[in-house]
Every structure is written in structure tokens, then in C-alpha cells.
């Protein structure tokens, strides 16, 4: 798949998490559809890829949708203007959200990616992916994102059977697997409610493949089993041989 192809993909993948997590915060649907980009005031965060696909994506949200969602978090009327810090927390917060569920996805796993402080700045329309968030009651905010992945890296392995010399060292070197049930987001009103006896709801049924997660990438997916009265798990889905070797470079 090209660059451009990805950026697409990816773009839209991070906007329906967006609009999941911003649907944390506000009440009734959050829809997501393809939108003109226009010039104009807003914040922007930097979102830094690396592992599988590296490269530098801008990702932008107009001002006056900023204001509504800091509103909305902190509970403020709606004449009340929130202070620039406020906003440009919720912002990283959201936008940090948005895209690390997106790396869970099968066609993005093994990519790591790092979100900087959102600062104010206006839109470059230039190569800019724009798209309308509709907040049901509370009007809508325009985001977009600009940047593009770099081309994806080869990696050699010998047909041979033999290993890259720079694996074979690492070969025998022990690695921590992690098993995740499932994740969900959480308002901060809602967190701060929790306590002894909470339930928290996953989003997902006892049937659900689980994630199994080696340096912070999903590698595989699995049913849950139970293996001499301990529990296991059945691998379903795996990374081919290239991928899993690209997350353990990264």
C-alpha cells in the first residue's frame, strides 16, 4: 500500500476514534464524514510516527469546536470561555487517544506513535485531510490532518533460513508478552467516580480475541483457553514474519 494510500486510511481510522472518544464527553451519537478544508484559525498537535511506518502528521481541530469540547470536559456555560491551557490539555489528550486506538487496528499495528502539546496555529490547506465531527446538540468542529508516512521500510531475511546478523544476537533474548482483555475510554468525570465495587464496561463480549502485545505493539490475536487449570491463549491471528520483526526493531 502506497504512503498516500495509508495517510488516507489512517486519517479516517483516527477520526472514528476521535469521534469515540469525544462521544466519551459529550451525550448522543458523534458522526464523522468527509468535509472541504478551509483555512482558518486552530490548534494543532504534532503526532510523530515510528516502527512500521514512520513520518510526521499534523493533526488539526478548529477553534471554536476546541472551546465547545473544553466546555463540555470541565463543565462550563456556554458563554464561559475556557483558558488556552485547558484547551490545548483536552486537546492532546483526545487527538493522543484517537491515535493510539488507532495503532491497535490490524492494518496499522506496529506503529508507535508519539503526540507533542497542541499550540495554536492555523490550517495549511495545502495537503490538509479534512473531516466534520457533528456533536448532536452542540453544533460541529472541523478537523484535518496534514503530513504523510514516509515509504515503508524493507526488511531482508535470508531465504536460507539463516538470521540477519544484527537478529541472531537478539535471538535468545527474553521479551515480556502481555495478554489485553479489552480497553475502553473513560470521561474524567467518570474516573473520578470510580471506586471499590465499580463496574467498568469493556465494550466487548466474553468471545471477544483478545490482544497479545510484545513492546507495546500488538503482535497477535487469540481465544481465551484454559491449559491445566491456568489460562492461555489460542492464536488466531498473527503479523507475518516481516512485520513481527519490524516491531522488535523499533
Known amino acids: 500500500m502506497s504512503s498516500n494510500s495509508v495517510r488516507a486510511a489512517f486519517a479516517k481510522a483516527v477520526v472514528a476514534e476521535l469521534a469515540t472518544a469525544i462521544g ?6 458523534v458522526a464523522s464524514a468527509s468535509a472541504a478544508v478551509v483555512p482558518g484559525p486552530g490548534w494543532q498537535v504534532t503526532l510523530k510516527a515510528t516502527g512500521a ?22 463543565g462550563m456555560e456556554a458563554d464561559t470561555e475556557p483558558d488556552e ?5 483536552l486537546l ?3 487527538w493522543t487517544q484517537a491515535a493510539s486506538a488507532t495503532t491497535l487496528r490490524p492494518e496499522f499495528s506496529g506503529i508507535k506513535v508519539a ?7 492555523p490550517l495549511d490547506p495545502a495537503d490538509a485531510i479534512g473531516f466534520k465531527v457533528d456533536l448532536e446538540g452542540h453544533g460541529a468542529t472541523l478537523v484535518a490532518m496534514c503530513g504523510d508516512f514516509e515509504p515503508e521500510r524493507q526488511t531482508a531475511i535470508a531465504v536460507s533460513g539463516a538470521q540477519p546478523g544484527n537478529l541472531d544476537v537478539v535471538l535468545d533474548m527474553e521479551l515480556p508478552l502481555i495478554v489485553r482483555f ?4 473513560m470521561s474524567i468525570k467518570a474516573l473520578s467516580g470510580l471506586g471499590p465495587g465499580s463496574i467498568v464496561d469493556m465494550n466487548r463480549t466474553p468471545d471477544d480475541l483478545v490482544d497479545i502485545i510484545v513492546s507495546d505493539q500488538v503482535i497477535a490475536r487469540g481465544e481465551v483457553v484454559v491449559v491445566s487449570g491456568n489460562y492461555g491463549v489460542r492464536v488466531t491471528e498473527l503479523l507475518s514474519r516481516d512485520e513481527r520483526v519490524r516491531v522488535l526493531e523499533a
Do not use: K, S
Not at 479489552?182 to 475510554?185: H, I, M, N, P, Q
Open 24 to 29: 466519551a464527553i459529550a451525550p448522543g451519537p
Open 53 to 74: 511506518r514512520t513520518g510526521t502528521l499534523n493533526l488539526w481541530t478548529d477553534t471554536a469546536g476546541a472551546v465547545v469540547l473544553a466546555r463540555l470536559v470541565l
Open 85 to 89: 491551557a485547558a484547551v490545548a490539555d
Open 92 to 94: 492532546r489528550e483526545l
Open 115 to 121: 503526540v507533542d502539546a497542541a499550540t495554536p496555529h
Open 182 to 185: 479489552g480497553r475502553t475510554v
